[in-house]
């Protein structure tokens, strides 16, 4: 036990030494910006994003959200699903400060029958 105190005290350096820093944004797009991009932008930011969703259930989302999800929109194409997600954005300025990926889960939540989630995200 000794020996390893010792052992311990005797490394060079090693208290010196400061951990980097990296910032992870959270997010990559809020809602106000999503509704300002380009209609094509913003279809081409719906394919990725509806992507993610329904890929969610790898990463242990709730099967049965994405299940209901994939239900919902399998009819609709990239520029429905954005035209959606556009007009919910824009009748809800309060939340403009959101990721849009969160905005977007809340308004297909809301546009489906029988909703996707029993809450709404934040």
């Excluded at 052992?7 to 910006?33: D, E, H, I, W």
């Excluded at 556009?86 to 959101?98: A, D, G, S």
Aim: glycine share 6%; hydrophobic share 45%; aromatic share 10%.
């Amino acid at each position: 036990m000794i020996l390893l105190c010792v052992f311990c005290l005797g490394l060079p350096g090693n208290q010196a030494k400061s951990p980097r820093t990296y910032t992870v944004p959270t997010f990559f797009v809020n809602a106000r910006v999503f509704i300002a991009l380009p209609e094509n932008d913003r279809v081409t930011y719906t394919t990725g994003l509806m992507d993610g969703f329904l890929a969610a259930e790898v990463f242990r989302a709730d099967g049965s959200a994405v299940e209901r999800l994939g239900v919902c929109t399998k009819p609709m194409d990239s520029k429905q699903i954005m035209a959606i997600i556009t007009k919910y954005i824009q009748e809800h300025p309060e939340t403009w400060h959101l990721p849009a990926s969160v905005e977007a889960f809340n308004a297909l939540n809301y546009a489906c029958p029988g909703g996707l989630a029993a809450t709404k995200l934040e």
